[in-house]
T-cell receptor
């Protein structure tokens, strides 16, 4: 157990739907990062939060949004889902902007 | 701009032989470099990192990495491979500053055979 908890582990949903992925960072970590891992794109950085504030944005689609709550857990919202959104979504946390990342085990999203 | 490159999609090595997984980097400023490993259906696990100091960094599970500034490389090594080392390995570079993020290479699949 890495200390970073992601739920759910698996999610199957239909095109056009909306889902929410949840991440609880390791105790004491203030930064949360979201990554998408797909076969053809590798690991793509989506977005970073630090202590509730958005700090960096990567290749995140407008259909996707995220937030970090006062208790530091984070949610990634994916809407108007397309087949191509099927991927593993990882959350990672670190103590600060330059600390080592600890990854959760991921949420496997399948859009059918 | 920063990037890391892993030139090999797959590396095959026999158990007991030394292994090397290659990584080159292009980052502005001082490079912060990492290696992570991913086992099937698992998240990424931290192996080691280079921030500053000794060019030879020792990490988990007997792995080490050599930072070479002149060649802009950060190759992962292990003196004697195990079948259980078979996994997907990612090199990553960290941009500095408050908006820092890890940028990953494309990954190298290591296959260790008996």
């Amino acid at each position: 157990d890495s200390g970073v908890t992601q739920t759910p582990k698996h999610l199957i949903t239909a095109t056009g739907q909306r889902v929410t992925l949840r991440c609880s960072p390791r105790s004491g970590d203030l930064s949360v990062y979201w990554y998408q891992q797909s076969l053809d794109q590798g690991l793509q950085f989506l977005i970073q939060y630090y202590n509730g504030e958005e700090r960096a944005k990567g290749n995140i689609l407008e259909r996707f949004s995220a937030q970090q709550f006062p208790d530091l857990h984070s949610e990634l919202n994916l809407s108007s889902l397309e087949l191509g959104d099927s991927a593993l979504y990882f959350c990672a946390s670190s103590m600060g902007p330059q600390g080592s990342y600890t990854f959760g085990s991921g949420t496997r999203l399948t859009v059918v | 701009a920063q990037s890391v490159a892993q030139p090999e999609d797959q590396v095959n090595v026999a158990e007991g032989n030394p292994l090397t997984v290659k990584c080159t980097y292009s980052v502005s400023g001082n490079p912060y470099l990492f290696w992570y490993v991913q086992y099937p259906n698992r998240g990424l696990q931290f192996l080691l990192k280079y921030i500053t100091g000794d060019n030879l960094v020792k990490g988990s599970y007997g792995f080490e990495a050599e930072f070479n500034k002149s060649q802009t490389s950060f190759h992962l090594k292990k003196p004697s491979a195990l079948v259980s080392d078979s996994a997907l390995y990612f090199c990553a570079g960290l941009s500095t500053g408050t908006a820092s993020k890890l940028t990953f290479g494309t990954g190298t699949r290591l296959q260790v055979t008996l």
